[in-house]
């Protein structure tokens, strides 16, 4: 199956470029744009993506690194990994999922409090420990690790604490998703791996799964549903200043 339209955020009706199979390019444009009952214009969903202040964090900070990667609308918003790898025209290994582990610091004596953007919407989660557990949504750089793996690839805190150790991450806990929420605006499935906010938020490690270069072409969510941005991994390590992991 053909991968279907694409138009890149800020380029409304933009000329098709390149196949979906060349990193930095974007899925052929339609001939037609025709408006679904109930559901917004073509040209109305990509300016309301150009004009997200996540996406906008993504451009910009692909053009910070000079990269060829642009953040690109979708035809619509996927229902899962299968339907957006089919609608890409890409494998599944190749959509890359970025994942928020918050750093702990050892320190028992500190008191639990109210995790990040109030009560969780699941649970039970395990209490933040240490200084960041005193850091309220809003509140200045609550440290973290970024990871960035394969869209079905399972990440355990373990894993991550024993590959970060050599970098000074000594304890990582997954970032339950309303703490990813509040800390990022970006809801856990749309988390990009650059362009992230940094006035609550700061990630003092990248790493990325080897496993991620297999792929020609990877595609990373740009922050906003609907929207993904293309990539190699050789220009994600780059970009993100990864460190390479192999995770089981």
């Not at 609308?73 to 025209?89: I, K, M, Q, T, Y």
């Not at 919407?121 to 750089?141: F, I, Q, V």
């Not at 297999?214 to 922050?223: F, M, S, T, Y």
């Amino acid at each position: 199956m053909s991968p279907p339209e694409a138009v890149a955020a800020g380029a409304p009706g933009a000329t098709p470029p390149e196949a979906a199979g060349t990193p930095g390019a974007t899925p052929p444009a339609p001939s037609t744009a025709a408006a679904v009952e109930g559901l917004p214009a073509r040209d109305d969903v990509v300016a309301l993506a150009d004009a997200d202040p996540r996406t906008t964090r993504v451009r910009q900070a692909l053009a910070d690194a000079g990269a060829e990667a642009d953040v690109v609308v979708l035809d619509h918003v996927a229902r899962s990994p299968e339907d957006l790898a089919d609608e890409l025209g890409v494998p599944v290994g190749a959509l890359v999922r970025c994942h928020l582990l918050l750093v702990e610091e050892e320190d028992p004596s500190a008191p639990t409090a109210t995790r990040y953007g109030g009560e969780p919407d699941e649970g039970p989660w395990p209490p933040l420990t240490g200084g960041a557990e005193r850091r309220g949504a809003g509140d200045a750089e609550v440290p973290a690790v970024l990871v960035l793996a394969p869209q079905r690839r399972r990440v355990r805190a373990t894993d991550v604490a024993g590959a970060a150790s050599g970098l000074g991450v000594t304890a990582v806990r997954a970032a339950a998703p309303h703490e990813v929420l509040a800390l990022t605006g970006c809801a856990p499935e749309d988390l990009p791996p650059t362009g992230l906010p940094t006035d609550a938020l700061r990630v003092d490690v990248v790493l990325v799964d080897t496993a991620l270069g297999d792929h020609a072409v990877l595609w990373a969510p740009a922050g906003r549903p609907g929207t993904a941005m293309s990539t190699s991994y050789e220009e994600l390590m780059r970009i993100t200043l990864g460190h390479p992991v192999e995770l089981a």
